[in-house]
């Protein structure tokens, strides 16, 4: 059965302090992986597309990575308005996503 | 630009009601899905419909109906609410036919059933 878990569920950073939020999946037939930000009372927000192992993709503080078996988003140097929910989604057949849990972020300054 | 458009935003209602939430993306996307968030569960695919004319069930699709009007339209029905259907209800629109497509979402029903 495909599976998507993110972990940690919920991450408290102080303003600077550099993390990284994970995703692990078993899926077969990979042909993409997702993420997503999400703020409270919002529809998810498309962050970034990896499609095969090694592939890295950058926007502002936020960088994405991928493995064979998990997917990482670094967040260097966060602020406040980083604060959010960051959802991990993974495509396969028709490119229908299915999502992991979600990893709640809070920055504070 | 208007991207995809839900209505109702909120709606309480009572066991046994029905309902019909609306969908319309504006991007010319062959795709579209309905999905439900709940917390703790994550968003879960309820139903989708990969072009216009197709509807295929999803994880959790009891007790929920949908059509795919036009290709800029996809309606969910709910026939007889239930409280487990309290939630909030996403539609996402997505281009098919090209590796990795990300999906685009609405701002989401917040619905309620008493």
């Known amino acids: 059965e495909d599976q998507v878990t993110q972990s940690p569920e919920a991450l408290r950073l102080q303003e600077g302090e550099s993390s990284s939020l994970n995703c692990s999946y078993t899926?077969?037939?990979?042909?993409?992986l997702f993420w997503y930000r999400q703020d409270p009372g919002k529809g998810p927000e498309f962050l970034f597309t990896?499609?095969?192992a090694g592939e890295e993709k950058e926007k502002e503080r936020l960088k994405a990575t991928l493995t064979k078996k998990e997917s990482f988003l670094h967040i260097t140097a966060p602020k406040p308005e980083d604060s959010a929910t960051y959802l991990c989604?993974?495509?396969?057949?028709?490119?229908?996503?299915?999502f992991g849990r979600g990893t709640s972020l809070i920055v504070h300054p | 630009n208007a991207g995809v458009t839900q209505t109702p935003k909120f709606q309480v209602l009572k066991t046994g009601q029905s309902m019909t939430l609306q969908c319309a993306q504006d991007?010319?996307?062959?795709?579209m899905y309905w999905y439900r968030q709940d917390p703790g569960m994550g968003l879960r695919l309820i139903y989708y419909?990969?072009?216009?004319?197709?509807?295929d069930k999803g994880e959790v699709p009891n007790g929920y109906n949908v059509s795919r009007l036009n290709k800029r339209e996809f309606s969910l029905r709910l026939e007889s609410a239930a409280p487990s259907q309290t939630s909030v209800y996403f539609c996402?629109?997505?281009?098919?036919?090209?590796?990795?497509?990300?999906?685009?979402f609405g701002q989401g029903t917040r619905l309620t059933v008493v």
């Open positions: 996402a629109s997505s281009e098919r036919g090209q590796v990795g497509t990300e999906a685009f």
């Open positions: 899926v077969s037939g990979l042909r993409g």
């Open positions: 990896l499609y095969s």
């Open positions: 989604a993974v495509g396969k057949r028709s490119y229908i996503p299915t």
């Open positions: 991007m010319n996307h062959n795709s």
């Open positions: 419909s990969a072009s216009e004319g197709t509807t």
